[in-house]
């Protein structure tokens, strides 16, 4: 068997979005499922609206997800003389002739058919003239005017195209540069993809394109259409759903393995399984499983899988991730071990980065901010005695490890004829300042003996 080849096209016209992504993903899956390539091109031809800063922005969300390429970035503009071969090839053979209709004679004749109930199309106008090329002149693609192009794409089932539906399209423009449709053939066949996995928004392309391959004489490949993402109002996923580009997510506080995930299960199954490991993936992911209809995408389930990716990591591994959220909150610098050990006290209760970092809050300040309502309802007079005999205690303590702060607190509350449980609250509030927060012997483990002592002296003063 040839070996499988391939590709991913974004056009640098703004961020990589959640559904190029998904695109991205089901190449490079496929491709590594079968031990093919997978290659990146940045189709640039759209001059105007192609830029750099998203050049930068598609490469470097890529990389956060962990889409590594073999081979590019190739770039389209940098390839022009090879379309320029293949457009001479075409006018050689008769496949492609010079056609010199302006926009406005087009629009013209656009309207006439409109008015005339006709579907509109290009009537061929210069088809037989024999042009050469000059200024103001466009290359056409001859399509044949019967017969029919059949499309067997490997996620839809065949798709059938009357050839008389299709218009002799531009392949290049006035100014010399090469429109998508004929671009992205000559990529293809001259990278040799076996394999072209796209939108469905490109099914009306293929048919065109497919006529281009049969005139040249060049292999066809295989191709798949993808259904759409839509939102759960089933129109197709836009910024009013919410955010649509992938680093929007990592500033949310996604970690790419639960935005892969996520990404591969909207449109592809297997079985029951929610959960792949990247090498799962590898080892599952074929097109047999990808649905036929519109996949829906559900903030719920992102949240879900990220709070297990959350859980899942080493703490020491989810440092890196979390350090810009921490710094964006503006706090003080701790060592790595430290911010592990917060860490490890959050990653049950946090659903994304951000949730985890403004929990981190407390760990992270010099002197807690207290909540009010906590302060009246737990630091209350009759507390003041119990730190005081405590503080002491634990200052005498060798080492803070739960049994011995528990004979502590123990110890204290039964020379006051109080309950052990009573003194939890009010030390947690002294320690975080809130009520909510992992547990206490967990807390005081990351904090530290000064710490905790320090924090509870200042809640002292906070005892009416
Ligand atoms: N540049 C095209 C896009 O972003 C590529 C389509 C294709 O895969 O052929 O939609």
Redesign the pocket.
């Known amino acids: 068997m040839e070996p499988v080849i391939t590709r ?4 640098p016209t703004g961020f990589l979005h959640i559904g ?1 992504a998904r ?1 991205a993903l089901f190449n490079w899956l496929f491709a590594r499922h079968l031990g093919g390539q997978f290659i990146l091109r940045i ?1 640039d031809t759209d001059i105007e609206r192609s830029t750099e800063a998203s050049v930068k922005a598609i490469l470097d969300a890529m990389e956060w997800l962990g889409l590594t390429w073999d081979e590019g970035p190739y770039y389209q503009t940098k390839r022009l003389d090879i379309y320029a071969e293949y457009a001479e090839k075409l006018i050689g053979t008769g496949h492609a002739y010079w056609c010199e209709c302006t926009p406005e004679d087009l629009e013209n004749r656009r309207k006439a058919a409109m008015a005339q109930g006709r579907k509109p199309k290009y009537e061929g106008t210069c088809r037989n003239l024999g042009l050469g090329p000059g200024p103001n002149r466009v290359l056409r693609f001859r399509t044949p005017e019967s017969g029919e192009t059949i499309l067997k794409d490997l996620i839809k089932g065949p798709i059938f195209f009357d050839n008389s539906e299709l218009d002799d399209l531009v392949l290049v423009r006035s100014d010399g540069i090469p429109t ?1 449709n004929f671009a ?1 053939v000559i990529d293809d066949i001259t990278m040799n993809v076996t394999h ?1 996995i ?2 469905d ?2 099914v009306n ?1 293929t048919p065109r394109q497919m006529q281009i391959y049969l005139a040249l004489g060049a292999k066809m490949p295989e191709f798949g259409h993808v259904p759409m993402i839509h939102g759960e109002d089933r129109a197709p996923l836009s910024k009013r759903h919410g955010a649509t580009s992938v680093m929007e997510y990592k500033e949310l506080g996604f970690l790419p393995e639960a935005l892969v995930n996520y990404l591969v299960r909207l449109g592809w199954s297997h079985g029951d399984q929610e959960i792949f490991s990247r090498d799962e993936l590898i080892k599952e992911f074929t097109l047999e499983h990808v649905g036929k209809s519109p996949s829906i995408f559900n903030m719920e389930k992102l949240l879900w899988l990220n709070a297990h990716y959350i859980k899942e990591k080493r703490p020491g591994e989810l440092v890196a991730h979390l350090k810009p959220f921490l710094a964006a909150r503006g706090f003080p610098e701790k060592d790595d071990s430290y911010i592990a050990g917060a860490i490890r006290t959050l990653q049950p209760r946090s659903r994304t980065l951000v949730e985890m970092a403004d929990a981190m809050r407390f760990f992270m300040v010099d002197e807690v901010t207290f909540d009010e309502a906590a302060v009246q309802k737990f630091l209350t007079p009759e507390m003041r005695d119990v730190f005081e005999r405590v503080i002491p205690e634990l200052e005498n303590l060798g080492d803070f490890n739960e049994a011995n702060l528990e004979a502590v607190f123990k110890k204290v509350t039964g020379e006051l004829n109080m309950k052990l449980g009573k003194i939890a609250q009010p030390i947690r509030v002294a320690l975080t300042g809130v009520t909510v927060s992992p547990g206490l012997f967990e807390i005081i483990d990351v904090l530290g003996k000064e710490t905790v002592i320090k924090r509870m002296r200042r809640a002292m003063g906070r005892m009416g």
Do not use: A, K, Q
């Not at 991913?8 to 056009?11: A, E, G, K, N, T």
């Open positions: 991913f096209p974004p056009s190029g695109t189709e998508y992205v072209i796209r939108g928004d490109h392309n």
